[in-house]
């Protein structure tokens, strides 16, 4: 059983298109994390959030408290968004973190 | 620029060699962490620790040991006794456990035993 759910697990779009890339959990958590992960391996934050949304540039990520939902979208997307997308949810002792299985997403130009 | 240097990328090893992974910090964070990834999985904890000399075993600690000497430094020894080595091995770090702030991870090293 994964405490987090990702979906999908692989995403091919066209460069322009408006990503949406969703992370479900069913335990109690202080934050969620989204995270960048490319193909040479190294991992890279991209936010941090407890509650409602944030933005970065061209990137949005929005949480649910309530439903144990976030999401992570990409609008106008652009061939080095491709990459994998990983939801990590720190959990409320906060030693621990469990993490998504990651989102494979490929922009084609 | 303030990080985490992974050493080797890749590291070759033969079954029944212990491996030591290199884990280097200056970002002053107290609490580090070893992952291991595996395809279709998701990142599982080995061991982390909070403070210097202080380190918690993981969900998958069996067959790995490691050391917390300096606040910088967090290095994983692979042991023979793992009985699958190969893997790609995450180090991270927070600023300090039980509290909200973002992780941060080194590029990684890919250990392949054979």
């Known amino acids: 059983k994964n405490e987090v759910e990702q979906s999908p697990q692989n995403l091919t779009a066209q460069e322009g298109e408006f990503i949406t890339i969703n992370c479900s959990y069913s335990v109690g958590i202080s934050a969620l994390h989204w995270l960048q992960q490319h193909p040479g391996g190294g991992i890279v934050s991209l936010f941090m959030?407890?509650?409602g949304k944030k933005k970065h540039g061209r990137l949005i990520a929005t949480i649910n408290i309530q439903e144990k939902h976030s999401s992570l979208h990409i609008t106008a997307s652009h061939p080095r968004d491709s990459a994998v997308y990983i939801c990590a949810v720190d959990l409320n002792t906060g030693n621990q973190f469990y993490f998504g299985t990651g989102t494979s997403l490929t922009v084609i130009p | 620029d303030g990080g985490i240097t992974q050493s080797p990328k890749y590291l070759f090893r033969k079954e029944g060699q212990n491996v030591t992974l290199s884990c280097e910090q200056n970002l002053n964070h107290d609490a580090m962490y070893w992952y291991r990834q595996d395809p279709g999985q998701g990142l599982r904890l080995i061991y982390y620790s909070q403070i210097v000399n202080d380190f918690q075993k993981g969900d998958i600690a069996e067959g790995y040991s490691v050391s917390r000497e300096k606040k910088e430094s967090f290095p994983l020894t692979v042991t023979s006794a793992q009985k699958n080595p190969t893997a790609f091995y995450l180090c991270?770090?927070?600023?300090?456990?039980?509290?909200?702030?973002?992780?941060?991870f080194g590029n990684g090293t890919r250990l392949t035993v054979t």
């Open positions: 959030l407890s509650s």
């Open positions: 991270a770090s927070r600023r300090r456990t039980g509290e909200r702030s973002p992780l941060h």
